[in-house]
C-alpha cells in the first residue's frame, strides 16, 4: 500500500468517511499532504531529488537514474515531475489535485473502504468514503504508536508518515499519551535520522514546502 492510501485511512473518520477539517484551512489541506506523500514515496526510492535553493530561485525536483516504481499513481507523478522543473511546493498541489479520489477509490477496490452517495439538505451532493475493514488501519495505528516508545527504531515509511501528519498538526493523535508530549515526540520522530542523508535532505524540503503551503492557505483564510 502506498503512504499516501496509509495517509488518507488515518485522516478519514471511520464512522462518517469524512476528513476532519482543519482549524484554520478547513479541508483543503488534504490536497497538498496527498500530494507531499506521493513525493515522499518517491523520495524513499530514489527516485527524485531537490535541487538547492538560491537567493532567486526554489530549489526544483528532478527525477534521478533509479527505475520507476510500478505503481501507476507514482508512474503519473513521476511523469509529472519529468514535464517540467517544478519547486516541491507546485508538485505537492499538482500530484494532489485528484488524488483523494483515486486513492480512495483503490481502497475500495481493496475492499477496506465503502463509498456512500447521499445528499447534503436534500440537494448538494455528497460522497463519503467509511471503512468497510479497519483491520488494516488498526495495525498501522499500533506500529506508529509503538514508534513514539523510547528508544523505539524507527522505520522510514513509518517516519515519513509521521512527518507528514505532524507538518499538518495530527500527529497527537497517533499515541495514546498527553497531546502536547505526543506532538513533542512526533517533532522528535520527523526530525529523525530514519532514512539516508540525501533521502531526509528530499523529505525535509518537501515537507517544509508542505508547511508553508498550509501556513499560506491559513493566512488567505483569515484575510477573507
Do not use: C
Not at 102 to 109: C, G, N, P, Q
Not at 120 to 132: D, H, K, M, Q, S
Not at 186 to 201: M, P
Request: aromatic share 4%; no cysteine.
Amino acid at each position: 500500500m502506498l503512504i499516501a492510501e496509509e495517509l488518507l485511512l488515518l485522516l478519514l473518520d471511520d464512522e462518517s468517511g469524512s476528513v476532519s477539517a482543519h482549524r484554520d484551512v478547513g479541508r483543503a489541506y488534504v490536497r497538498p499532504v496527498l500530494g507531499g506523500a506521493l513525493l515522499a514515496e518517491l523520495a524513499l526510492g530514489g527516485n527524485i531529488q531537490i535541487g538547492e535553493a538560491g537567493l532567486l530561485r526554489s530549489g526544483k525536483v528532478t527525477l534521478t537514474n533509479a527505475p520507476y516504481p510500478a505503481d501507476p499513481l507514482l508512474v503519473d507523478a513521476a511523469a509529472t515531475i519529468a514535464e517540467a522543473p517544478r519547486s516541491a511546493g507546485e508538485l505537492v498541489n499538482r500530484l494532489g489535485k485528484d488524488a483523494f479520489e483515486m486513492l480512495a477509490r483503490r481502497l475500495v477496490d481493496r475492499g477496506i473502504l465503502e463509498r456512500r452517495e447521499d445528499k447534503v439538505l436534500w440537494f448538494f451532493p455528497r460522497t463519503r468514503w467509511p471503512a468497510l475493514d479497519s483491520s488494516y488501519e488498526r495495525e498501522l495505528r499500533l506500529r506508529l504508536a509503538a514508534s513514539f516508545d523510547d528508544g523505539a527504531v524507527v522505520e522510514p515509511r513509518i517516519g515519513t508518515l509521521i512527518a507528514l501528519l505532524h507538518a499538518i498538526g495530527k500527529a497527537h493523535h497517533l499515541a495514546p499519551m498527553e497531546p502536547g508530549e505526543a506532538s513533542r515526540r512526533a517533532k522528535r520522530i520527523a526530525e529523525g535520522n530514519w532514512a539516508a542523508k540525501a533521502v531526509r535532505d528530499t523529505i525535509d524540503a518537501l515537507i517544509s514546502a508542505l508547511i508553508a503551503d498550509v501556513a499560506l492557505m491559513a493566512a488567505n483564510t483569515a484575510n477573507h
